[in-house]
């Protein structure tokens, strides 16, 4: 195993101690397990709370800051965090306009944060959530019941987060962060296995020369394995697999990421296919962001996300947004 750490157990709290060094905008508890933007809570603004496993950065501890999330959780490597902190963040976040959980549909996660709301509400936060299941290539998978969450969380994450810091309330912005989803759909490949510290070695098999159509953002098998294919091969693929279940009515936003491992040059030859896939289909594309988003430790491949967008969402995606991650506008 060759990896830049110290040792297995302490991982996350070694990378958030990082973090908590880099970005002095952030708050960042290392002990409790939750990064904070420093001047929460605004006042009158509704809050965003999200959270997952670590190993997916930088989502989500890189996507808070103003014009995004308020807080965020992350768990363990691959495991969803806990109860205890996702109220402690909607506790410390709150200004009394409310709280919206942004979740990704995983198993844990969709459990402890609905603990984590009954907990919160106890306190007399009044929360709402967002389930984000874009991911088209399986209905059902190792960690789910229904379609994963991937890429369109970030898209969920800074169109919602705009929308609170304009002042909206809270059934407003929620509303939009549900639209944003149903607005939205993934596909992803894998090129290669990743590697959990803990565990030291892939965490599946994936042959020499092959590759897997609609892998999870932990390895969770997807449709089908493959021989390598081109660039090309693999947009026509991916978006195709994406329009089959929603046929283009509307400009997009496109999303090219990449699973942590592929670089750049790689991202932005892969954007380019995408790109004339989609002219081929006669998609009208708003906007693109290419680069590592939503991660999955060292896998080589990428995913493509696409979301449908009205006036009044890409004027939310334009809106001003400072994290570490996104940065534009201010």
Not at 20 to 46: I, S
Not at 171 to 195: D, K, M, P, W, Y
Request: net charge negative; glycine share 10%; hydrophobic share 45%.
């Amino acid at each position: 195993m060759r990896m830049l750490i110290n040792v297995p157990e302490t991982v996350v709290a070694d990378a958030l101690r990082g973090m908590a060094a880099a970005y002095p905008d952030l708050t960042v508890d290392v002990e409790n397990r939750v990064v904070v933007r420093r001047d929460a809570p605004v006042a009158g603004q509704v809050a965003l709370v999200s959270g997952g496993g670590s190993g997916h950065e930088p989502l989500h501890g890189g996507f808070v800051g103003p014009g995004m999330l308020s807080a965020a959780c992350p768990g363990e490597v691959f495991t969803s965090p806990v109860p205890d902190q996702m109220a402690r963040a909607a506790a410390a976040v709150d200004s009394g306009a409310g709280v919206l959980f942004v979740v990704k549909n995983y198993t844990g996660d969709v459990l402890n944060f609905d603990m984590a709301a009954e907990l919160a509400e106890d306190e007399g936060i009044q929360v709402a959530k967002v389930l984000v299941n874009d991911d088209v290539a399986v209905t059902d998978s190792l960690y789910t019941a229904g379609r994963r969450g991937t890429g369109a969380t970030l898209f969920v994450e800074k169109i919602a987060g705009a929308a609170a810091a304009e002042g909206q309330p809270l059934e407003r912005v929620e509303a939009i962060g549900r639209q944003v989803n149903e607005n939205s759909r993934s596909f992803g490949v894998a090129l290669s296995a990743c590697t959990t510290p803990a565990k030291g070695s892939p965490t599946f098999d994936l042959p020499d020369g092959e590759l897997e159509l609609g892998v999870g953002i932990h390895g969770e098998p997807g449709r089908e394995r493959r021989a390598m294919m081109t660039s090309g091969e693999i947009a026509d693929f991916t978006v195709h697999a994406i329009l089959e279940d929603m046929p283009p009515r509307a400009p997009v936003l496109v999303l090219v990421n990449g699973m942590g491992a592929t670089p750049l040059l790689e991202l932005f030859g892969f954007n380019a296919e995408v790109r004339r896939v989609l002219a081929e289909r006669d998609v009208v594309v708003a906007r693109t962001l290419v680069g590592n988003y939503v991660t999955s430790l060292d896998m080589a491949g990428a995913s493509v996300t696409l979301c449908q967008v009205d006036e009044e969402l890409l004027r939310l995606w334009d809106a001003p947004v400072k994290t570490p991650a996104l940065r534009w506008g201010m």
